[in-house]
């Protein structure tokens, strides 16, 4: 098991351009989430997933992001027209859905939007 | 709703003890406990459940207290790979997600 895997590592864009960052869990893993988290801050709630099934999106988030995990396995996350201000780091972590599951971190996408 | 950690960060000399707190005012089913260094991803420490149950392995433990709804992860003996931000993530219950707090700088001298 080679852990969860993020692609691209980095990634650098002009604002207003569109952007697409995969993940692929854990293979057993059921549940999947993308988190946000910007210097000394922590990993904040984006989007969750229960197999194919989208749980629940931040209230907080914009409309110019959306997520998707076609089939439960792998997972998508594209934020359309992006802005300076999503520049920071998108990190994904699966958990297999039990009574104490314990979520594992990718390593990360860093966004930068110049 | 973000669990709320304290101190915001800790300075202490390799061998010396910490104690990192983490408290909701929502009732939580359960909490857990990751340590992230820079430029890297956060690495899970343990997990607790409702039950005021405590863990630990090695020299770091934790507990839950329910009725307070406050964990607490206890560092003893420091050493300097234990150097990094501690954050506490909250269920509320079973299906819900981890919502994570803003963490907890430690930093260890030597």
């Known amino acids: 098991d080679t852990g969860v895997s993020q692609d691209p590592r980095h990634k650098i864009t002009k604002r207003g351009q569109n952007v697409t960052f995969r993940c692929d869990p854990i293979?057993?893993?059921?549940?999947l989430y993308w988190y946000r988290q910007t210097l000394g801050q922590g990993p904040e709630f984006l989007t969750y997933?229960?197999?194919?099934?989208?749980?629940?999106k931040s209230r907080l988030l914009s409309d110019r992001f959306s997520a998707e995990r076609p089939k439960g396995s792998f997972s998508t996350l594209e934020i359309q027209r992006t802005e300076q201000g999503d520049s920071a780091m998108y990190l994904c972590?699966?958990?297999?859905?039990?009574?104490?599951?314990?979520?594992?971190f990718g390593q990360g996408t860093r966004l930068t939007v110049v | 709703q973000q669990p709320v950690q304290s101190p915001q960060a800790v300075i202490l000399r390799e061998g010396e003890d910490a104690v990192i707190n983490c408290s909701s005012s929502?009732?939580?089913?359960?909490v857990h406990w990751y340590r992230q260094k820079h430029g890297e991803a956060p690495v899970f420490l343990m997990i607790?459940?409702?039950?005021?149950e405590q863990k630990g392995h090695d020299k770091i433990s934790a507990s839950f207290n329910e009725k307070k709804q406050q964990s607490s992860l206890y560092l003893t003996a420091s050493q300097l790979s234990y150097s990094g931000t501690y954050f506490c993530?909250?269920?509320?219950?079973?299906?819900?997600?981890?919502?994570f707090g803003k963490g907890t700088r430690l930093h260890i001298l030597p």
């Open positions: 972590a699966s958990s297999f859905f039990r009574a104490s599951a314990e979520a594992f």
């Open positions: 993530g909250t269920e509320r219950t079973r299906d819900d997600k981890i919502i």
């Open positions: 929502k009732a939580l089913y359960s």
């Open positions: 293979s057993e893993h059921n549940r």
């Open positions: 997933f229960q197999n194919e099934a989208q749980l629940e």
């Open positions: 607790l459940l409702k039950g005021g």
